[in-house]
């Protein structure tokens, strides 16, 4: 079944419409979320060990 814009009342969403404002509002919702302290130290030390291996592979 397909909708057409004939088929929306005046003032009325499409239904994909609501779901996408949805998704927007939560994905921008996310963003604004700070990264975790513990993240950001597992990061730094999975940096630390790939520098580390690349150092040693050079030797």
Do not use: C, W
Not at 2 to 11: A, F, K, V
Not at 29 to 45: C, H, N, S, Y
């Amino acid at each position: 079944m397909t909708i057409s814009h004939q088929d929306i009342r005046p003032g009325s969403m499409p239904p994909n419409a609501s779901i996408s404002r949805k998704l927007r509002e939560f994905y921008d919702a996310v963003q604004e979320e700070g990264i975790p302290d513990r993240f950001l130290d597992l990061l730094e030390k999975l940096e630390d060990a790939e520098r580390n291996a690349k150092s040693v592979k050079v030797k």
